[in-house]
């Protein structure tokens, strides 16, 4: 049977109804975070940016109170980098992420020559942090004495990525502190990691987050290797399309693909936000012009704004004594009618953002 090709509008707006970006939802917060499998976490805000522009009426302590009571953890996750999961997820999936994160940690360590004995490092650090939550900076130190002669940050590089370890929350703000503590995932949440691989799982909820998706797609999302033979195994379970350029994507058989021409409405990204992370051909979110005005060096992706689906410009607040200041930076022509939307959700967004400030201002940048 003759594969449908769908079109790069067709994927967008697939992407955006299973992003909850055509239009918001009223999904629980964990049950939010679990459509999307976790929300990148790098800055702290981000996680909360990312739901306020998927849910309806979202506010800051509905998440805080969350995190505080270890509904939703914060660790190192897909592609070992920080992701906001929720407890459920983090035990469900660590495992099953685990050979990405050994390699990880097994490539700074070569990267940096830093050969040392990892058995005795993990285990003197599990027994460290086992006695109460660390920061890194504790635990470099006392790398330094279990293993003098190793580099130090490819070792407690190496117990971050091998040992299931959280942030520990604090009250208020974004919920984490700039140098957080780390504890034992088990301790903290009291309960064992589940020691099952759960791959197939974690297949269907990607395509169920991101998809039509290829193999390699997933692989760039999740950061785990080889997974065409995966696919190929699943093959029987799901829907089969071919993109404009014949590659081949998987899908859920009851995976929305709405029309084209299905209208969708100015939203505001947080940076890193994994809409633009985790397709390897991301023109279905973003445009290949855009690109190096989004994705900056040093790993940084920039907050961004979507214009009919697509990344349409970037955002930042300004802050100016009292005043708090969402500035847009677009990268396309703006009708008045996107002006109007985008002005109306970039005075929410500053208010959600800068809640003591005195006054707020929306300025786009021509």
């Not at 193999?215 to 404009?244: C, H, I, N, V």
């Not at 445009?287 to 040093?298: I, M």
Request: hydrophobic letters at 40%.
């Amino acid at each position: 049977m003759t594969q449908r090709i769908l079109s790069v509008r067709e994927l967008n707006r697939a992407t955006l109804a299973r992003q909850m970006l055509l239009k918001r939802d009223r999904l629980s917060v964990p049950a939010a975070i679990e459509r999307l499998v976790g929300l990148q976490a790098q800055v702290s805000s981000a996680p909360f940016i990312g739901l306020w522009t998927r849910l309806c009426d979202l506010g800051r302590e509905a998440l805080g109170e969350l995190i505080e009571n270890r509904t939703v953890v914060k660790a190192t996750f897909m592609r070992a980098t920080l992701h906001l999961v929720t407890a459920e997820d983090y035990v469900r999936f660590r495992t099953t992420l685990q050979p990405m994160l050994t390699s990880a940690g097994n490539a700074i360590a070569k990267r940096r020559s830093g050969e040392f004995n990892l058995e005795k490092v993990l285990a003197e650090a599990r027994r460290y942090i086992g006695e109460k939550p660390r920061t890194f900076a504790e635990i470099s130190v006392m790398v330094g004495e279990w293993a003098p002669d190793a580099d130090v940050g490819a070792a407690r590089y190496s117990v971050r990525t091998h040992l299931p370890l959280v942030q520990v929350p604090v009250s208020g703000g974004w919920g984490y502190p700039s140098k957080p503590e780390f504890a034992l995932a088990d301790s903290w949440l009291g309960r064992p990691v589940s020691t099952s691989d759960n791959l197939r799982q974690l297949v269907f909820r990607y395509l169920a987050a991101f998809g039509p998706a290829s193999a390699t797609d997933m692989q760039t999302w999740s950061g785990l290797p080889k997974l065409k033979e995966t696919f190929e195994e699943l093959r029987p379970e799901l829907k089969t399309y071919r993109d404009e350029n014949r590659r081949e994507l998987f899908d859920l058989h009851d995976g929305p693909i709405p029309d084209s021409d299905v209208p969708a409405p100015a939203r505001f990204l947080p940076e890193y936000d994994n809409l633009l992370l985790s397709h390897t051909n991301r023109t279905r979110v973003i445009p290949d012009e855009h690109r190096s005005r989004v994705f900056l060096p040093g790993l940084r992706v920039r907050g961004t704004i979507l214009v009919d689906g697509f990344v349409g410009g970037a955002w930042r607040v300004d802050k100016e004594k009292n005043a708090a200041i969402l500035v847009i930076e677009p990268f396309v022509k703006l009708t008045r009618g996107d002006r109007a939307a985008l002005n109306e959700e970039a005075e929410k967004l500053v208010r959600f953002l800068e809640p003591q400030a005195k006054s707020f201002g929306i300025k786009v940048e021509e």
